[in-house]
């Protein structure tokens, strides 16, 4: 948890907390540069707002002999548990704030580790978590017991004042599987920046379709066992299964955080170099593959998304009119979907004009930006009650 500020005043009423790589764009847009907005979740218009908010990363070691005893310990745990919550270094690094009334967090492990971390009581200030697959969490958990794990989150979610979500299937298993009250949860939509995610008429389409993205949640082994021989390529970190002879495949690191590595002008022109992009998903929870599959939408491709239980926009995600939706782990379906896509140019451009479409009537960064600000306005409302109250 890096107690220095990123963004916005000392003393602000509402933090909002992000995972660390927030800088490098912000410098970006401080200089001129383009860079996309999105994944700052419409912090910049709580200022329009009239709200005095400020943003930090949780990512980072607290400052000070207990911030490192803090952090080597919860490494530790993380890496037995795979249960990646930091309740110590919250609560430490919660010390070294100004009295902010709201905590906002955007990361599942540290909206779990402000319920679990941050003292109880009269004064301390309204806690709102986000999770972008929060029914998930249990699955990767290692060497505990289901029911422990289970106790384990629970008792993080009654820390919260507030639980948002990012799709509605999670926030539907959530309130099921922890016994979540309906009215302490809500369900924010994702947004990018349809400025900076757009065609770019010199890099015409070429014959590869593309797949990026750093999820678990990622099935890149059944990409690349798909069928038709399709040429692909991978951008991950994660460590994909090729199969042997499947010389059409192409796996690349990218690292969008990284300086000298992919950066987002380069992530831009690949989307549009592409043919499709593909975002193979396994049936989760989260909604995952949320951010790929609208920024490549926004540039005009067509998309091929697997049609995961957690997908986030059903009534607005339509097969064969915005994207091509197909039955997660079906290898013979993804290949036959991209089969379509590469055969049939009038279908792809189709698609990509109707993609482009609905990115900017319903995915634009005014949707986040109402969500955020929305929370915002419920946190600091929920504090006052609190005062009145006391």
């Not at 794990?149 to 099921?176: K, W």
């Not at 036959?336 to 140019?345: E, K, M």
Request: proline content about 6%; aromatic content about 8%; glycine content about 12%.
């Amino acid at each position: 948890m890096d107690v220095s500020t990123l963004i916005g005043p000392g003393n602000a009423d509402v933090i909002v907390f992000n995972k660390g790589g927030r800088g490098l764009r912000l410098d970006r847009i401080n200089s001129g540069e383009e860079a996309p907005r999105e994944f700052f979740y419409g912090f910049f218009d709580l200022a329009k707002a009239g709200i005095r908010a400020a943003m930090m990363s949780s990512s980072g070691v607290v400052p000070g002999w207990r911030g490192l005893i803090a952090d080597r310990v919860e490494r530790g745990l993380a890496y037995a548990t795979g249960l990646g919550i930091r309740p110590f270094s919250t609560r430490i690094g919660s010390a070294a704030l100004k009295a902010p009334r709201v905590l906002m967090s955007y990361t599942d492990g540290f909206s779990l580790s402000l319920g679990l971390g941050m003292a109880r009581g009269p004064g301390r200030p309204i806690l709102i978590g986000g999770f972008h697959g929060l029914s998930d969490v249990e699955s990767r958990v290692r060497m505990l017991p289901d029911a422990a794990s289970r106790r384990i989150i629970s008792r993080c979610l009654d820390g919260l004042d507030h639980v948002f979500f990012f799709g509605p299937a999670d926030r539907e298993e959530a309130i099921r599987r922890y016994g979540l009250s309906p009215d302490r949860c809500s369900v924010i939509p994702f947004g990018v920046d349809t400025e900076f995610w757009r065609s770019l008429p010199d890099e015409a389409a070429t014959d590869f379709v593309v797949a990026v993205g750093q999820d678990p949640s990622r099935d890149y082994g059944l990409l690349a066992s798909a069928p038709g021989k399709h040429p692909t390529v991978i951008v991950t970190h994660r460590k994909v299964a090729v199969p042997s002879g499947a010389t059409h495949v192409r796996v690349t690191s990218g690292d969008f955080f990284a300086p000298g590595s992919m950066s987002d002008q380069d992530l831009r022109r690949l989307y549009n170099q592409a043919r499709a992009v593909i975002v193979p998903l396994k049936d989760v929870y989260q909604p995952s593959g949320y951010s790929v599959t609208l920024q490549a939408m926004s540039c005009g491709r067509p998309v091929i998304l697997s049609n995961i239980r957690g997908l986030w926009a059903p009534e607005l995600l339509r097969d064969g009119e915005n994207c091509l939706l197909v039955p997660p782990g079906d290898a013979a379906a993804l290949g036959a979907a991209i089969g379509r896509v590469r055969s049939d140019p009038a279908l792809a451009e189709r698609l990509g004009r109707a993609a482009r479409d609905t990115a900017v009537r319903h995915f634009g960064l005014d949707r986040i930006a109402a969500g955020t600000v929305a929370l915002a306005q419920l946190g600091l409302s929920l504090h006052e009650q609190g005062r009145q109250a006391a």
